[in-house]
């Protein structure tokens, strides 16, 4: 299998649920993404992992919580969700950080009733 | 801070029926300008990144160009498989620690073609 898979494709959950989205790159790539997608919106950089550390955090709530336990997975651990949170979540990755394009998943759309 | 601005926002062009789209952008200092395709229920796909000024590249129908100041995406004779949205984006040199990893993107240029 090749490119950036995410798994699931959609959740609903409630607000007091706690999930996990799943990403997998199969590029060789060194650094991963989190993206937040809305309606209507630019996409939002939520986090950046390069060489399974932490680089960025983009002020993200800390109901968000990400782990990269190697550079190719990373998971974004979901808790105590809000119905605003409701958006497709697209992870990505790239060679390096600078002038790389991303490449990036189907996303995971989220549902937070 | 980095600025993207996308238009129009949403363009319907008959096929074979040429056009461009825009992206206006304010970076402190370019590193590279990205497009990018996305089709609905799925993320967006790579199309090309621009470095400097006065570049251009192109795949099929599809040529970028860029300024100082805007890209252009333009789209030749266009087919219905070419709808899409289209997104821009930008990512500017190291201002601090938390910025040299953003690609800062554009809402998108919702692009339709009809047979």
């Known amino acids: 299998e090749t490119g950036v898979t995410q798994t699931p494709r959609h959740l609903v959950m409630g607000m007091t649920n706690k999930k996990s989205l799943k990403c997998e790159q199969h590029?060789?790539?060194?650094?991963m993404y989190w993206y937040k997608q809305s309606a209507k919106k630019p996409l939002e950089l939520m986090f950046v992992?390069?060489?399974?550390?932490?680089?960025e955090n983009n002020s993200v709530p800390s109901r968000f919580s990400p782990e990269c336990p190697n550079s190719s997975h990373l998971f974004l651990h979901l808790h105590t969700l809000q119905p605003e949170d409701s958006a497709l979540y697209l992870c990505?990755?790239?060679?390096?950080?600078?002038?790389?394009?991303?490449?990036f998943g189907n996303g995971t759309r989220l549902t937070v009733t | 801070e980095d600025q993207v601005t996308q238009s129009p926002e949403a363009l319907r062009l008959q096929e074979g029926e040429s056009s461009s789209l825009n992206c206006s952008y304010t970076?402190?200092?370019?590193?590279?300008l990205f497009w990018y395709r996305q089709d609905p229920g799925k993320g967006p796909e790579f199309l090309f990144t621009?470095?400097?000024a006065g570049e251009e590249k192109e795949k099929e129908r599809l040529k970028a160009t860029l300024t100082k100041k805007e890209s252009f995406l333009h789209i030749t004779a266009p087919k219905p498989e070419d709808s899409a949205t289209y997104l821009c984006?930008?990512?500017?040199?190291?201002?601090?620690?938390?910025?040299?990893?953003?690609?800062?993107f554009g809402k998108g240029t919702s692009l339709l073609v009809t047979p």
């Open positions: 992992y390069s060489l399974e550390e932490r680089v």
């Open positions: 621009l470095y400097s």
């Open positions: 990505a990755s790239s060679v390096g950080s600078y002038n790389s394009p991303l490449h």
């Open positions: 984006a930008v990512q500017g040199v190291v201002v601090d620690s938390n910025s040299g990893y953003a690609l800062n």
């Open positions: 590029l060789g790539h060194n650094a």
């Open positions: 970076v402190s200092g370019l590193r590279g």
